[in-house]
C-alpha cells in the first residue's frame, strides 16, 4: 500500500504539475483556506491527543503555519528564479546562474508534540520548491493525525500530497522505498534508524532531534523578567517541545531566588490549583508518562511534585542543587520537570555545556553584552536565544535546526525552499567565439596553455585590500584631475571671478 | 602507522583548544597551502604522470590552477564569509539583534578520488580550512604517487596539530568509519557511498557525497559541427574519458550523427596526431584493472568501432573510440564508462532524447549541444542532474560562484568557492532579546484569554505585502 502510494506520488510529480509556479501558489493558498475553515477541528483535535488549551493552539501552531505560507506565497517567484554567479574571462559572454529544482518526492515524517506545524511548516517548503510530497504523521497524536489524513486530500492535490498514518510497521515500510529527500522530525535514537534506512537509496536527510538544551541564568540579570520568560516556555505544552530550556544553570547564590520567581510565575500563570487551569497542558501518553515521572524519583521537588496517572497530568516541578550525573541530566526531559544545575560561573557553565552532545537551543540570560558573545563563540548549539526562550524559532529569517546529535539540515521560510530544493549548476554558453576556446585544446605548447589557464582564472576581478585601495586612490586621483581640467578649461575661456581668491591671480 | 582513533583524538582536542577559529589562522593556513601548490609544481606534475599519464597541460588546468583559483577566491573572500548575516527581522523581534553565525563544525573526514587526485582532496580542504575546522584527510590509494606525495607535503605545510593525512586501503577506510566525525566528505562511487552512509548514521554525522553517473550529451536541432565536436572530443578525452563529469554517452539523430563522426574523426587528428600513443596530451587509465574493466566492455559491446579501439596494456592505454549503433540494451550503456569510450546512441527526437535520459538515474551533469534556444531551454526543463551545461563540457566546474555537486543517484550537497565554506560551516541562528517590551511579552503568556489572542492575530495577521510577525 504503502509503496503504491509512492509510486503515484512519483507519476504524479513526473507529470510536471508542480513545475508551474502558479499550482504551487494555488496550493499553498489551499493549505492556508484549509487551516482558516478548520480551526475549530484542528483545536478539538489537540485538545483530545495533548489536552492543548485553544489559545496553544492558535499560538503555537496555526500563526506559525500562517505565516510561513503568506511568506511562501509571497516570495515564491523570487526563491525559484535563477541565481546569477560570478564569471570567469572564458564564460564572460555565458549565462551563468543556479536554477533552484524540486528534488521530486519528499517523505515528510511529523512528531506528535506540535502534530500541525512540524508537520505542515516541511509541508510548505515541499510544496513551494515544486515536489510531491509522502506526509507521515505521527500516531501519538492520533486524533490530529486521523483528522490531518482526512482533510488534507479534500483542499490538496491528493496524488501528490498523500497522507499516510500509521506506528512503526507503516513507517519501516515507507521507508523501504525510494524518496529523494526524507525530513524527520523526532528523537535520535529513531533518527539514525531513519539515515541508515535511507542509506541504500542514497536519499539525503534532514534531521530535527533534540537534546538537552540549556540554560544559563547570570546572577547579575533581572531575575523577575528571566524566570517569567524561562517559565513559559518551559511549562507550554507542558514541557514537550524540542526547543524547551531542559535544565538551568547558575550559580549557587541565587538558585533560590530562581526558584522563588518561578514559583510566583507559576500563580501568575496558572493559579494556585494547576490541574484546574485550562491553559496547562498534559503528557501524551501513559509511556512518556511514567518515562518523565522516573527521571525524578528519589528526588524532592521544591516546587512541584505531584500527579495523576488518570489523566497523564505531572504538575510544573522545579528541582535544585541536581547532581551533573542523575539520570535527569543524562536524557532529554520532555516533560514539566526543571532541574537547577549550580555552576561557579560563567566559564564553569560554558564548560558543562561542552562537556555534553551539542544541544538544538542554548539560552543565555545575562546583561553584559560581551559576555554573552563569549559564551556564543565558546559553546556550539543549533540556534541561541539570549534573554528569552524559543524566540529564535519564530523569525522565519533564521535558519532552524541542530547541529552534531541533536540534528542535520535546517528549514523555516525561504530555508525550508532551499532544504528541499536541488540548487543546480547551469552555465549555458553559445558555440560562437570558438576563437577564445582554441586555447584550450591540444596540441599544446605553453602560449596556449598560459592563455588558457587566464581564461579559465578566478577571480576575475581581484577583490584583495592592494586593489582596492589602488582603485580607491586611483578613482580619488582620476576626479582631482578632472576637476582640475575643468578648471583650467574653464579659466582658459575667459572666467571672470570676483571671489578674493581670484583676485591675487589676476593681480 | 598511527591507530586512526588517536589521530582523531588529538585533532578533536586541538579543535576545543579553538586554535583554528581566529582569521588570521585560518589565513596563514590557506597561504601555506597555496605555497605548498606553487613551491611543489614539478613534484605534482611527476606525481600525477606517474599516476596516470597525465598530460602537463591537464595537470596544471584541471588540479593546479583548480586549487590555486579556489584557494585565491577563498583567501580574498572567507573573510566575509566568516561575518555574521543579520536577518530581516518582524515585528516583534525590532528591538533584537537577530543574526546568523557560521561556525565550524569541529573535526571533519575527506576522502578524496584517483581521477584528480589532487583537487579531488584539496578543493574540500580548502573550505574545511576556511571555516575553521579541523581535518583528516584520507587521498585514494590508487593514485599511489600523489597519495605519498600528500602524506609528504602537507605535514610541511600545514599545522600538523589541525590537519592529517592518512593512507591506507578499503578495510583502513572501513575502521577509520567507525570514529565519530563532524562531517564526511566523499568522492567517489555510488557502492562505497552506502557503506559511508551506514557508518555515519550510526553517530548521525552529516555527509556530503560526490558520486558520478551517466553523464548524456544530447545533440540536437541546427548546430555549428565543427566546433561541436572540438568541444565533446575535448571534455570527453580529457584525463583519457576518467572524469565525474564527462559526457559519458552522446544522443543524438542519424543525420547529426553522420555530420558528426567526420568532425570528431577531424578534430581527433587535430588534437593528438596521427598517433595518439605516441603524442604527450593523451592520458592513461589509471591501472590495469581499469583498464580490463574498459577492453573488456568494448568487447562485449554490440556497437561497431568507428574510431580507435586498440588498448595497449603495458601502458595501459586506450585509444580515443567512438561507437555507434549502441542500443539502450548494450553493456556500455549499464554503468558509468570512465574511459574513452564514446557510444552514440541516435534518437528521432528531442522528446526521445530527454525521456531517454530521464529513465535512467539523475547524472552528475547534463549537456545538450545546440544552437537553437529553444531546444537548450527544453532540455534544461525537462532533466534533472547535478549540473548543467550547453554547448561545452566539463568547464561549468572551474567557476567557483557554481555550486558543484550532483542529486539523486549522483550524490547531495555541494562544493567549490563558498559552498565548500558552507559545506563546512554550520549556520546557527541567534537571536538576542532585549530585557525592555515586557510589557508587549505579557500578551503571550498565560492565563490566556480571548482579547490578549485577538490582540496577537491581529498583530501577527497575514498582509500581502510584508513580511508578517509571529509572536509566541
Not at chain 1, 428 to 451: F, I
Not at chain 2, 154 to 175: F, H, N, Q, R, W
Not at chain 2, 263 to 291: C, S
Request: hydrophobic content about 40%; charged content about 20%; proline content about 5%.
Amino acid at each position: 500500500m504503502e509503496r503504491q502510494v509512492v509510486e503515484r506520488a512519483r507519476e504524479a510529480f513526473l507529470s510536471g504539475k508542480t513545475r508551474v509556479l502558479e499550482f504551487r501558489l494555488q496550493q499553498l493558498r489551499s493549505l492556508q483556506k484549509m487551516i482558516t475553515d478548520r480551526q475549530a477541528e484542528i483545536a478539538t483535535a489537540l485538545k483530545q491527543d495533548i489536552n492543548r488549551s485553544q489559545y496553544d493552539t492558535a499560538l503555537f501552531e496555526l500563526i506559525g503555519i500562517e505565516n510561513e505560507i503568506t511568506l511562501a506565497v509571497g516570495k515564491l517567484g523570487e526563491w525559484a528564479a535563477p541565481r546569477p554567479v560570478e564569471k570567469n574571462l572564458l564564460t564572460i559572454s555565458d549565462e551563468v546562474y543556479v536554477q533552484p529544482e524540486p528534488l521530486g518526492v519528499v517523505l515528510i515524517i511529523g512528531a506528535w508534540n506540535y502534530p500541525w506545524s512540524l508537520t505542515l511548516q516541511p509541508l510548505i517548503g515541499a510544496i513551494a520548491a515544486g515536489n510531491a510530497a509522502v506526509v507521515k504523521p505521527s500516531e501519538l497524536s492520533e486524533h490530529s493525525s486521523l483528522l490531518l489524513r482526512a482533510l488534507l486530500p479534500r483542499y490538496l492535490d491528493q496524488e501528490l500530497y498523500p497522507v499516510v498514518t500509521g506506528g512503526v510497521p507503516e513507517t519501516q515500510e515507507l521507508l523501504k522505498q525510494r524518496f529523494d529527500h526524507v525530513f524527520y522530525t523526532g528523537n535520535s535514537t529513531v533518527g539514525k534508524v531513519v539515515m541508515a534506512a535511507v542509506a541504500r537509496h542514497l536519499t539525503p536527510v534532514t534531521l530535527e532531534l533534540g537534546g538537552k538544551s540549556p540554560c544559563y541564568i547570570d546572577k547579575n540579570c533581572d531575575l523577575r523578567v528571566a524566570c517569567r520568560r524561562i517559565t513559559w516556555g518551559k511549562f507550554a505544552n507542558c514541557g514537550q517541545t524540542c526547543i524547551a530550556p531542559d535544565y538551568i544553570l547558575c550559580e549557587p547564590s541565587i538558585q533560590s531566588r530562581v526558584v522563588e520567581a518561578i514559583r510566583q510565575t507559576l500563580l501568575e500563570f496558572y493559579g494556585a490549583d494547576t490541574k484546574s487551569s485550562p491553559d496547562y497542558g498534559r503528557i501524551i501518553n501513559l509511556r512518556h508518562f511514567h518515562r518523565v515521572m522516573s527521571l525524578i524519583e528519589g528526588y524532592t521537588a521544591v516546587l512541584g511534585g505531584q500527579s495523576d496517572p488518570s489523566q497523564c497530568y505531572i504538575a510544573p516541578t522545579v528541582l535544585k542543587d541536581v547532581p551533573p550525573h542523575s539520570r535527569l541530566m543524562q536524557e532529554e526531559i520532555f516533560g514539566p520537570v526543571l532541574p537547577i544545575v549550580t555552576v561557579s560561573d560563567m566559564d564553569d557553565a560554558i564548560h558543562f555545556i561542552n562537556e555534553r552532545e551539542k544541544p538544538l537551543a542554548l539560552y543565555i540570560f545575562c546583561s553584559d553584552k560581551t559576555a554573552v558573545k563569549k559564551m556564543i563563540a565558546e559553546t556550539s548549539s543549533g540556534g541561541v536565544t539570549v534573554n528569552d526562550v524559543m524566540m529564535h524559532y519564530t523569525l522565519s529569517s533564521l535558519p532552524f535546526g541542530g547541529v552534531g546529535q541533536s540534528g542535520t539540515g535546517r528549514y523555516h521560510g525561504k530555508h525550508t525552499f532551499d532544504q528541499l530544493s536541488h540548487q543546480r549548476a547551469c552555465l549555458v554558453r553559445s558555440l560562437g567565439m570558438e576563437a577564445v576556446n582554441l586555447a584550450r585544446y591540444p596540441p599544446q605548447d605553453r602560449r596556449r596553455a598560459r592563455r588558457a589557464r587566464l581564461a579559465l582564472r578566478s577571480p576575475m576581478i581581484d577583490f584583495s585590500k592592494r586593489t582596492f585601495v589602488w582603485a580607491v586612490s586611483a578613482t580619488v586621483v582620476a576626479f582631482g584631475l578632472v576637476v582640475t581640467l575643468t578648471v583650467i578649461l574653464l579659466i582658459a575661456s575667459g572666467l571672470n571671478c570676483t571671489c578674493w581668491y581670484w583676485e591675487g591671480w589676476y593681480t | 602507522m598511527e591507530d586512526p582513533s588517536s589521530i582523531l583524538h588529538r585533532l578533536q582536542k586541538t579543535f576545543r583548544s579553538g586554535v583554528t577559529i581566529p582569521e588570521s589562522f585560518r589565513r596563514t593556513q590557506l597561504q601555506n597551502l597555496l605555497a605548498l601548490v606553487q613551491e611543489n609544481e614539478q613534484l605534482i606534475l611527476d606525481a600525477l604522470h606517474k599516476d596516470l599519464s597525465k598530460p602537463k597541460f591537464e595537470a596544471f588546468l584541471s588540479e593546479i590552477d583548480m586549487v590555486a583559483n579556489d584557494l585565491h577566491y577563498t583567501l580574498d573572500n572567507f573573510y566575509s564569509w566568516m561575518q555574521l548575516e543579520y536577518s530581516s527581522k518582524n515585528l516583534a523581534t525590532r528591538m533584537d539583534k537577530c543574526f546568523v553565525r557560521r561556525e565550524p563544525l569541529g573535526v571533519v573526514l575527506i576522502i578524496g578520488a584517483w581521477n584528480y587526485p589532487l583537487h579531488l582532496i584539496l578543493l574540500p580542504l580548502v573550505g574545511a580550512i576556511a571555516a575553521g575546522n579541523c581535518v583528516l584527510l584520507k587521498p585514494s590509494e590508487i593514485s599511489q604517487a600523489t597519495e605519498q606525495l600528500l602524506a609528504e607535503l602537507i605535514p610541511k605545510y600545514l599545522s600538523k596539530d589541525c590537519y592529517s593525512v592518512v593512507c591506507g586501503g578499503a578495510e583502513y577506510t572501513k575502521a577509520l568509519l567507525e570514529n565519530k566525525f563532524d562531517h564526511i566528505f566523499y568522492t567517489g562511487s555510488q557502492a562505497v557511498a552506502r557503506t559511508i552512509l551506514q557508518a555515519a548514521a550510526v553517530h548521525l554525522t552529516p555527509v556530503t557525497l560526490e558520486l558520478g553517473g551517466k553523464c548524456p550529451c544530447i545533440i540536437y536541432g541546427h548546430i555549428d559541427i565543427p566546433s561541436a565536436a572540438r568541444r565533446l572530443v575535448w571534455s570527453k578525452f580529457f584525463n583519457a574519458g576518467q572524469s565525474c563529469v564527462a559526457p559519458d554517452y552522446v544522443l543524438c539523430s542519424a543525420e547529426i550523427r553522420d555530420a558528426l563522426l567526420p568532425a570528431v574523426r577531424q578534430t581527433l587528428k587535430e588534437f593528438y596526431g596521427e598517433d595518439a600513443r605516441a603524442g604527450p596530451d593523451m592520458g592513461r587509465i589509471i591501472n590495469p584493472h581499469h583498464w580490463n574493466r574498459l577492453m573488456e566492455l568494448l568487447e562485449k559491446s554490440r556497437g561497431k568501432v568507428v574510431m580507435g579501439g586498440e588498448g595497449y596494456q603495458e601502458d595501459r592505454y586506450i585509444a580515443p573510440t567512438v561507437l555507434v549503433d549502441v542500443e539502450e540494451s548494450d553493456i556500455l550503456m549499464q554503468e558509468e564508462i570512465f574511459g574513452p569510450i564514446l557510444p552514440i546512441l541516435t534518437v528521432k527526437s528531442l522528446e526521445e532524447a530527454t525521456d531517454f535520459v530521464n529513465r535512467r538515474a539523475k547524472p552528475l551533469a547534463v549537456y545538450v549541444f545546440s544552437d537553437e534556444h529553444s531546444v537548450v531551454t527544453t532540455v534544461l526543463e525537462n532533466t534533472s542532474s547535478g549540473g548543467f551545461c550547453a554547448n561545452d563540457g566539463i568547464v561549468h566546474m572551474a567557476l567557483p560562484g557554481l555550486p558543484f555537486g550532483g542529486v539523486g543517484a549522483s550524490g547531495f550537497g555541494h562544493y567549490h568557492g563558498r559552498w565548500t565554506f558552507e559545506t563546512f560551516s554550520h549556520r546557527r541562528g541567534c537571536m538576542m532579546r532585549s530585557w525592555a517590551l515586557e510589557k508587549i511579552n505579557v500578551l503571550r503568556y498565560p492565563p490566556y484569554s480571548d482579547s490578549n489572542l485577538s490582540w496577537l492575530r491581529w498583530a501577527t495577521s497575514a498582509k500581502k505585502s510584508w513580511i508578517s510577525c509571529s509572536i509566541m
